[in-house]
T-cell receptor, first 115, second 112 residues
Framework: KAGVTQTPRYLIKTRGQQVTLSCSPISGHRSVSWYQQTPGQGLQFLFE???????NKGNFPGRFSGRQFSNSRSEMNVSTLELGDSALYLC??????????????FGPGTRLTVL | GDSVTQMEGPVTLSEEAFLTINCTYT??????LFWYVQYPGEGLQLLLK?????DKGSNKGFEATYRKETTSFHLEKGSVQVSDSAVYFCALSPRGAQKLVFGQGTRLTINP
């Protein structure tokens, strides 16, 4: 079974631009979550989507948004990029039994650099 | 709010040494607990998990026991190898929510 895939793997943008990252979950997985990883703040939860609806949200500004499609694929968008948005963005998928006990499987990440 | 605290790194050990990485958590209710590992340039891989008190997760020689009374989930391995060099993250998932709260990570280096 194919793992979680993320595209692109690397991105370089300038301040003020916007960016869209894509994630394809493991086949059959219905929940997709996004995380930001930086050296200073570590791993932080951005949001989680299930059945095309945002179900959980972390503490990030509204410039960070996402969506999920009917095939469970997900995208996240960051508008008006700031230097501090430079990070590794990780996508994770899970089956979701509703109990919060399911393992989340991570993709390789998209490395975003903002200049 | 929910939080996870890991022992500060980096940790450097010799091959075949005993490993312990401490992890404690704060959470309401009964979260699930996880250890993930991240190798250079890669995403996170699940190492082991436990979903209720006194459960022991194990994988590849690593073990961790869910201790509700001490709110801990310490990672142990009896004999480490050079290939175990990586960053290890302890995490919790609140009951009923598909989100992970991570500790700050512990960088482990094993010298031959």
């Amino acid at each position: 079974k194919a793992g979680v895939t993320q595209t692109p793997r690397y991105l370089i943008k300038t301040r003020g631009q916007q960016v869209t990252l894509s994630c394809s979950p493991i086949s059959g997985h219905r929940s997709v979550s996004w995380y930001q990883q930086t050296p200073g703040q570590g791993l932080q939860f951005l949001f989680e989507y299930f059945s095309e609806t945002q179900r959980n949200k972390g503490n990030f500004p509204g410039r960070f948004s996402g969506r999920q499609f009917s095939n469970s694929r997900s995208e996240m968008n960051v508008s008006t990029l700031e230097l501090g948005d430079s990070a590794l963005y990780l996508c994770a998928s899970s089956w979701d039994s509703g109990a919060g006990t399911d393992t989340q499987y991570f993709g390789p990440g998209t490395r975003l650099t903002v200049l | 709010g929910d939080s996870v605290t890991q022992m500060e790194g980096p940790v450097t050990l010799s091959e075949e040494a005993f490993l312990t990485i401490n992890c404690t958590y704060t959470a309401t209710g009964y979260p699930s607990l996880f250890w993930y590992v991240q190798y250079p340039g890669e995403g996170l891989q699940l190492l082991l998990k436990a979903t209720k008190a006194d459960d022991k997760g194990s994988n590849k020689g690593f073990e961790a026991t869910y201790r509700k009374e001490t709110t801990s989930f310490h990672l142990e391995k009896g004999s480490v190898q050079v290939s175990d060099s990586a960053v290890y993250f302890c995490a919790l998932s609140p009951r009923g929510a598909q989100k992970l709260v991570f500790g700050q990570g512990t960088r482990l280096t094993i010298n031959p």
